[in-house]
């Protein structure tokens, strides 16, 4: 009989790992839309200076601001104001004369349309899932979110000059829009970084000295009969 030959056959190579990704750039998708849908509402509240109504309630005989002026400041503006151009809601509780709230537009600003399209930029990389896709989609995200809280810190100073505002009378602050767009773009963030922490994780636990799975089954030809001497 002739001697057999082994055959080695190695399990199937998992999908879970691309599939994973596919699932990941699916979702960064999403929340980068969101995000992008978030800027209907608020992101820059003006408000009084904080040392300002402090020095109001110090000085005798100079009154206080309405309750209304203090906690809900005097305007907002969400994203698609601050984009395109447009009247803020203002906060009539404090301003109860106001009748015209376009006069408060002041124009679009360059960085809120910057993080727009950074938002949309890191949504279309991810979208086409290149091999580098997670660190742009990151750096993008990152880069969002600084020039938005950027744009919410400088609007007091935007208001000054627009308006003619004696400095030190308003200060601007982020508002709900902004940590809804921001917790957005941070949950994309850290899933594109926890993305391949599973693969580590299961290199890390797999033998060093057997990185896959064999199998070594022996396979013998069928030989015929050997001639009768």
């Known amino acids: 009989m002739e001697p057999g030959h082994w055959a080695v056959s190695c399990d199937p190579v998992t999908e879970a790992a691309p599939r994973r990704f596919r699932i990941l750039r699916l979702a960064s998708v999403l929340l980068l839309l969101a995000a992008i849908g978030a ?21 005798p005989g100079s009154g206080a601001l ?12 969400s994203g698609l104001v601050l984009a395109l151009g447009g009247a803020p809601g203002v906060n009539h509780g404090c301003l109860g004369d106001v009748q015209n709230a376009a006069g408060g537009s ?30 742009v989609t990151i750096s993008l995200c990152v880069l969002a979110a600084a020039v938005l ?3 919410s810190l ?44 599973p693969e580590l994780v299961r290199q890390a636990l797999a033998p060093i000295e057997e990185p ?9 030809e069928p030989v015929g009969a050997a001639p009768e001497g």
């Not at 309750?67 to 503006?77: E, F, H, K, L, R």
């Not at 896959?212 to 013998?220: G, H, K, L, R």
């Open 39 to 59: 800027y209907a509402v608020s992101m820059v509240r003006i408000g009084f200076d904080p040392g300002l109504m402090k020095e109001l309630q110090q000085t």
């Open 66 to 77: 309405p309750s209304a002026c203090v906690n809900g400041g005097i305007a907002s503006y």
């Open 106 to 135: 002041v124009g679009w600003q360059p960085l809120v349309i910057v993080a727009a399209l950074l938002i949309l930029g890191a949504a279309a990389v991810s979208a086409v899932g290149r091999r580098w896709f997670r660190g």
């Open 149 to 151: 809280l950027t744009n």
């Open 154 to 197: 400088r609007m007091a100073g935007v208001l000054q000059v627009h308006f003619g505002i004696p400095g030190g009378l308003v200060a601007s602050s982020p508002d709900l829009g902004f940590w809804v767009v921001t917790g957005l773009l941070l949950v994309v963030v850290l899933a594109n970084l926890a993305a391949p922490v």
């Open 212 to 220: 896959f799975e064999t199998s070594i089954e022996p396979v013998v």
